[in-house]
């Protein structure tokens, strides 16, 4: 007897995405199918980007379009390519091809109003009930923590940079 | 100019190990290399161990002796066990052959007192500057957490296992 659960990583603390990426190779360890979705441009780095190489078979990487830099004169813009990648999130999480869908940083879509929270729930609630999905970033609304089945919130009691000390590679990236 | 960070992911929640987990993935896309070394008997599973045969010229894995099932008969054949464990965690510490070293679940054993806290602190902090170290657990120490660099508390807000879902494979192991 399987049951989907929807998992989220929130809080201002350090591992919501490393802790995504774990659950990923986790799943790939026993042969599952994953497909990890990047929706802010700048969250993921080498380390990850070269580690896919390995589980190119079992994990499936997309970084969203030019992603999302916040950055953008043209709200609009960004929006429609919020729609878009979450159309594509849809369709993965429809799919029935993965054990495991990962929407890293997909809270701050939902913060930032670029998409409506309403629909994006009954999506969530309605998708096929097997499916296991991973959500990271800070800010997760409340209505979607009450729709999780898992949630931790990673509080930062210590980080390095709050000291001065620059990130560097194999650590933050 | 590196600085080797000590690390710790605690708390009750969920994604302790498996955010050293994805450290570890993280530092091996890079090349790096890495020691993880699992101090407890069970934390880890089948996902895990499967995945480091993709990973098996970056990282080190050990399941140290028996583990600690806490169901000893003998305290002083735990002590043994665990004294042991931690002189191989200082040696990989000490020879200068990983980027980072992971101690998983290493805090039940300060907390339940099978090794002493304060020459345990002493050697984290003399090591070799430019060691990265990530230790793992609930119950992490106080003094553990002042000598550390980066401290993430892992709360858990929600956990299905509470709800009677059963463990399942990819997720919880």
């Known amino acids: 007897m399987r049951k989907g659960l929807l998992m989220v990583f929130t809080g201002n603390g350090k591992g919501k995405t490393t802790a995504a990426l ?8 026993h042969g599952l199918k994953v497909c990890f979705i990047q929706f802010i441009k700048g969250s ?3 380390g990850e980007l070269d580690a896919k190489e390995r589980f190119s078979d079992l994990i499936e990487w997309h970084v ?5 830099t916040w950055k953008s004169e043209n709200l609009e813009d960004d929006a429609k390519l919020a729609r878009d990648a979450w159309k594509m999130a849809c369709e ?9 869908v990962v929407l890293d940083e997909f809270t701050y879509l939902l913060h930032y109003n670029m998409l409506e929270l309403e629909p994006c729930l ?10 296991h999905v991973v959500i990271t970033g800070r800010y997760a609304p409340k209505e979607l923590i009450e729709a999780a ?6 509080q930062p009691i210590k980080h390095p940079l709050k000291k001065g ?6 650590i933050e990236f």
Chains 1, 2 share one sequence.
Do not use: C
């Not at 774990?22 to 360890?29: F, K, N, S």
């Not at 089945?149 to 990673?154: F, H, I, R, W």
């Open 165 to 170: 000390v620059k990130a560097q590679k194999g």
């Open 92 to 100: 993965a999480m429809n799919s029935g091809k993965y054990h495991t």
């Open 149 to 154: 089945d898992l949630v931790t919130e990673m």
């Open 22 to 29: 774990g659950m990923a190779i986790r799943a790939a360890g």
């Open 122 to 131: 009954e999506i969530l609630q309605k998708r096929d009930p097997n499916q």
């Open 64 to 68: 969203m379009g030019k992603g999302f």
């Open 44 to 46: 993921w780095h080498y």
